[in-house]
Structure formats: structure tokens, C-alpha cells
């Protein structure tokens, strides 16, 4: 089992940043990727951003709607994943999940994803 716990959402101004964490505890050594994904009112979740733990660690993955946005990265000493978000966008406005991969997929899709935060709010005024 893998825990995952997000913090650092709450509510920014367009064009600001805020840092995304999400820390990680339990079997985390069986983790090979971890993905951000978001989820705004009446809509799907979707894909924000991967980085890999094995094979090709480190590689990074985004939507494109984030390409040169948001950067996800890793401290592995710390368990902890994040993704720091700039030049924020109302539209990026969502509940954002951590979500962790033990065997390795399609990074882009949620159902290759085993393990899941319990989200944390952001929200982007206009």
C-alpha cells in the first residue's frame, strides 16, 4: 500500500503560482511514476503532469495545456512530489490528486494509476 497526502492548494490571483505537494508513505519503493491530475466541477478528471521513479527516472510528462506553466518534480530523500504552477489561469481552477503507479502504463490515463491522494483545492480568481 502507498499513502499519498497533497498539500499547498488555496486560492491565488491570475498569473500567480502556487506549489503543489504530495507526500508519499508506505511501499513507496514499489512506486515507478507519479502523476498530478485535476478534476474541475462537471467535469473528467484529467491528466496535468508525470514523472517516472524507474526505467527512464526522472523523465516528465505534461498536458498541454501546462507545457511551460507547471513544473513537476521530485525530492526523493523526502518521499514528496510537486508541481509548482505559474502564470495560473482561472481556468486551471480544480481539485488536484496525486496518484501513484506500481506497475508501469500509459502515464496520460488515471486508470493506470493505483494509488490516490485525497485532493486539494485550487482556485484561480480572474
Known amino acids: 500500500q502507498v499513502q499519498l497526502v497533497e498539500s499547498g492548494g488555496g486560492l491565488v490571483q491570475a498569473g500567480g503560482s502556487l506549489r503543489l505537494s504530495c507526500a508519499a508513505s508506505g511501499r513507496t519503493s514499489s512506486t515507478c511514476a507519479m502523476g498530478w491530475f485535476r478534476q474541475a466541477p462537471g467535469k473528467e478528471r484529467e491528466f496535468v503532469a508525470a514523472?517516472?521513479?524507474?526505467?527512464?527516472?526522472?523523465?516528465?510528462y505534461y498536458a498541454d495545456s501546462v507545457k511551460g506553466r507547471f513544473t513537476i518534480s521530485r525530492d526523493n530523500a523526502k518521499n514528496t512530489v510537486y508541481l509548482q504552477m505559474n502564470s495560473l489561469k482561472p481556468e486551471d481552477t480544480a481539485v488536484y490528486y496525486c496518484a501513484a503507479q506500481v506497475q508501469s502504463g500509459n502515464y496520460y490515463r488515471s486508470s493506470n494509476y493505483h494509488y490516490w491522494g485525497q485532493g486539494t483545492q485550487v482556485t484561480v480568481s480572474s
Open positions: 514523472i517516472t521513479f524507474t526505467w527512464t527516472a526522472g523523465n516528465t
